[in-house]
């Protein structure tokens, strides 16, 4: 079963998610640090990620996780639309970049089609 690490801090967001996709074990992180030893331990074959985390940048969190696996695939998921933090976070490395207004059906194709490559 493929793996998905949510870093988010939300716990009914992760809850959401879990629900939301299907035939995928979710593993969750609150913190930045939290998703880069989960990174290490589990070796997810995706990682969405949150922009505000209450210890570090998702961005900063996708570096460090880039620096240990320059393949990870990253997903940012966030409330942030400025174009300079989009701009920043593939940069970072980030292989997508999908709002939180997105809609759902979108996410859960993002996240299907991700897993697929």
Same mark, same amino acid.
């Given at each position: 079963m493929k793996t998905v690490l949510l870093v988010e801090d939300s %716990?009914?967001?992760y809850h959401l998610l879990k629900k939301m996709i299907k035939g995928v074990s979710v593993e969750w992180a609150r913190l930045g %640090? %939290?998703?880069i030893e989960r990174y #290490? %331990? #589990?070796k997810p074959e995706l990682v969405i990620m949150d922009v505000v985390l209450p210890d570090m940048s998702g961005i900063e969190a996708i570096k460090e996780i880039k620096k240990i696996d320059n393949n990870a695939k990253i997903i940012v998921l966030s409330g942030i639309d400025h174009d300079e933090v989009i701009q920043d976070a593939k940069k970072a490395g980030a292989t997508a970049y999908i709002s939180k207004s997105a809609?759902?059906?979108?996410?859960?194709s993002k996240i299907y089609e991700e897993l697929k490559n």
């Open positions: %716990e009914m967001f %640090e %939290e998703a #290490k %331990e #589990k809609g759902v059906n979108y996410l859960r």
